[in-house]
């Protein structure tokens, strides 16, 4: 596709459900970025990839976050045990380069824990 | 840490006006700023991207202004339309590599 695009839309999920969220980024795009953006705040920064190489994970808030790209394009961002604070918007976001060139962000999954 | 604070976190004007949106950050060391767009249910597109070398972007009715020294950026919309609408997100690339991101400022331009 031409842009970046995630599924599912939404999601709600109960507390103690595991979740996965899928992020297809820009194709050829070597750089990919999750965020969670709580409501009415900017977006946190949770991981990177460079290619199929995780080189920061230090936004994970916790060990049940985990994130991969196995093959250097689709990414998967799971979370185990959902809790309530879980409940936000995952943003994905894909750069042709490394760093410092434009990123390009996917519509987000917002995730409802109940 | 670096800190980005963007001030008005809310914005009303008429159509027409011309106005300024504020960035704020802590840190001088940064790679590059972006100014992004945030429509609701939509993802974020990016806007301007100025790098520390520069000083100001240009795009269309948008400019982005930058001092690092001072901290400061500012998007600049003429002549604002309805469509102009959304939450203006200002980002900071930091020393390592990380976009650092504030609140938002939500604009609305009443026809």
């Known amino acids: 596709g031409a842009g970046v695009s995630q599924s599912p839309r939404y999601k709600v999920a109960k507390r103690g459900q595991d979740v996965a969220l899928r992020c297809d980024p820009i194709?050829?795009?070597?750089?990919l970025f999750w965020y969670q953006q709580a409501l009415g705040q900017g977006p946190e920064f949770l991981t990177y990839?460079?290619?199929?190489?995780?080189?920061?994970k230090s936004g994970l808030p916790s060990d049940r976050f985990f994130a991969e790209r196995p093959e250097g394009s689709v990414s998967t961002l799971k979370i185990q045990r959902t809790q309530q604070e879980d409940s936000a918007v995952y943003l994905c976001?894909?750069?042709?380069?490394?760093?410092?060139?434009?990123?390009?962000f996917g519509q987000g999954t917002r995730l409802t824990v109940v | 840490k670096q800190e980005v604070t963007q001030i008005p976190a809310a914005l009303s004007v008429p159509e027409g006006e011309n106005l300024v949106l504020n960035c704020s950050f802590t840190?001088?060391?940064?790679?590059?700023l972006q100014w992004f767009r945030q429509d609701p249910g939509k993802g974020l597109t990016s806007l301007l991207l100025?790098?520390?070398s520069q000083r100001e972007q240009t795009s269309g009715r948008l400019n982005a202004s930058l001092d690092k020294s001072s901290g400061r950026s500012t998007l600049y919309i003429a002549a604002s339309q309805p469509g102009d609408s959304a939450t203006y997100l200002c980002?900071?690339?930091?020393?390592?590599?990380?976009?650092?991101w504030g609140a938002g400022t939500k604009l609305i331009i009443k026809p």
């Open positions: 976001a894909s750069s042709p380069g490394q760093f410092d060139t434009e990123a390009f």
């Open positions: 194709s050829g795009h070597v750089s």
């Open positions: 990839f460079q290619n199929e190489a995780q080189l920061d």
């Open positions: 840190d001088s060391a940064i790679y590059n």
């Open positions: 100025i790098q520390s």
């Open positions: 980002a900071v690339m930091d020393s390592n590599y990380q976009l650092i």
